[in-house]
T-cell receptor
Framework: DVKVTQSSRYLVKRTGEKVFLECVQD?????MFWYRQDPGLGLRLIYF???????EKGDIPEGYSVSREKKERFSLILESASTNQTSMYLC?????????????FGPGTRLLVL | AQSVTQLGSHVSVSEGALVLLRCNYS??????LFWYVQYPNQGLQLLLK??????LVKGINGFEAEFKKSETSFHLTKPSAHMSDAAEYFC???????????FGGGTRVLVKP
């Protein structure tokens, strides 16, 4: 079974703190993604990576950065957390090939910024 | 530009009744279409996907969806709802570069006994 794990299920941080969310996949997938999920808005893509050290902006990259130093690990960084970044964050991975590839999701990290 | 619209953010059905969740898409390239389900406090898992092989796609847990190009739709159905179907369902559109997906806003299904 494909497994995507996220470092925390719940996080509470203060405004201005630097926040790291980590994601690890065990299927040797080339692609990895970070989404945020908000009620009524579905999932919105923050960043994705198609190879080690490669990254591309998604639809809402402002206020976020990412790091991919190893193929299996993709980190999302909030440089200075703000209350409007309170959300559910989901990581996913897939094979690179074509657009028909299934994305496999982690369980999510619910982040509260006070 | 790619977009996905799910009609109805909440749907309530009786146990044993038909489940119908609507999804319409807009895409400038041949689409790949997905339905994912999210159970409470979990990530998303794939229900089914359309990849141009067949317009009627069968998925897990008795769900199926039909791709209709003329209507730009990919509606999800299940003939008889079960209590375990209570979850949030997301329609997603692929086909863009980098295997990116565009998600609809989601439909939360409540199943009444």
């Amino acid at each position: 079974d494909v497994k995507v794990t996220q470092s925390s299920r719940y996080l509470v941080k203060r405004t201005g703190e630097k926040v790291f969310l980590e994601c690890v996949q065990d299927m040797d997938h080339e692609n990895m993604f970070w989404y945020r999920q908000d009620p009524g808005l579905g999932l919105r893509l923050i960043y994705f990576s198609y190879d080690v050290k490669m990254k591309e902006k998604g639809d809402i990259p402002e206020g976020y950065s990412v790091s991919r130093e190893k193929k299996e690990r993709f980190s999302l960084i909030l440089e200075s957390a703000s209350t409007n970044q309170t959300s559910m964050y989901l990581c996913a991975s897939s094979r690179r090939t074509t657009g028909e590839e299934t994305q496999y999701f982690g369980p999510g990290t619910r982040l509260l910024v006070l | 530009a790619q977009s996905v619209t799910q009609l109805g953010s909440h749907v309530s059905v009786s146990e044993g009744a038909l489940v119908l969740l609507r999804c319409n898409y807009s895409s400038s390239v041949p689409p790949y279409l997905f339905w994912y389900v999210q159970y409470p406090n979990q990530g998303l898992q794939l229900l089914l996907k359309y990849t141009s092989a067949a317009t009627l796609v069968k998925g897990i847990n008795g769900f199926e969806a039909e791709f209709k190009k003329s209507e730009t739709s990919f509606h999800l159905t299940k003939p008889s709802a079960h209590m375990s179907d209570a979850a949030e369902y997301f329609c997603a559109l692929g086909g863009a570069a980098g295997n990116k997906l565009t998600f609809g806003g989601g439909t939360r299904v409540l199943v009444k006994p």
